[in-house]
C-alpha cells in the first residue's frame, strides 16, 4: 500500500496520535516497552537531573498501514509513579498522562534535521541503510518551565514531512 507523505503543521506542542486523528488517519503501536533506567549524560543534563536519579524510557513503534512512520526514544522525568505494563503507552501518552496524572503540557521545543538510520532505526523503521529520516528532538515542559520530556523520534524520509508556517 502507498499513500502520500503525511505533512504535519507545526504549531503546538500534539501527541503523534492526535496529529494522526486530525489527518483521519488510524495509527497503531507495534512496538512498546516502558522502563526505568538511570539517564545517560547528556540525558541526565536536558532533563535536569543528577545522572543517580532514576527516570522513564519509553520505546515505541508507531505504524500507518502497517508500515512503521516513526521510531520514539521518550525519557520522562520521575516525577510520579508509572507502570511499567505496555497497555498504558499504546495510544496517546499525553493524554494518559493528563487524564491519570494531572501532568499538563504547558509548551515545548522541536529541532529537527536530517540523518542517515543507524542499524537499529533501519531494523524498526524496515528501511534501508540509504533512506535519510527526520530526526525530531523534542523537549516538553511543565507550567513553570519545568522540563519534564525529551524525546527523539526518527521518521522514514520518504513517509513523512513538516510544514512550518512563517
Known sequence: VTYEKIDEHL?????????????????ETTYCKMEKVYPETFVAKTLQIPKTDMCYRLT???????????????????????PMDKQYYMESLYKYLSDVHG????????????????????????????????????????????????SICYYPGNRYKYTVDL
Not at 504549531?11 to 495509527?27: A, G, L, P, R, Y
Not at 505504524?63 to 509513579?81: A, D, F, G, M, Q
Not at 531494523?123 to 529520516?133: D, R, S
Request: proline share 5%.
Open 60 to 82: 515505541r513503534v508507531r505504524c500507518v498501514n502497517k508500515k512503521p512512520l516513526v521510531y520514539t526514544v521518550t525519557y520522562l522525568k520521575n516525577i510520579v509513579e508509572l
Open 103 to 150: 501532568i499538563i503540557i504547558e509548551k515545548g521545543r522541536d529541532t529537527l534535521e536530517a540523518a542517515l538510520p543507524t542499524e537499529k532505526i533501519q531494523k524498526f523503521l524496515e528501511i534501508e541503510e540509504t533512506m535519510p529520516v527526520f530526526k525530531r528532538v523534542r523537549q516538553t515542559f511543565l507550567p513553570g518551565d519545568e522540563i519534564f520530556e525529551y
Open 11 to 27: 504549531k503546538s506542542v500534539i501527541s503523534f496520535t492526535d496529529e494522526m486523528k486530525q489527518h483521519n488517519i488510524t495509527m
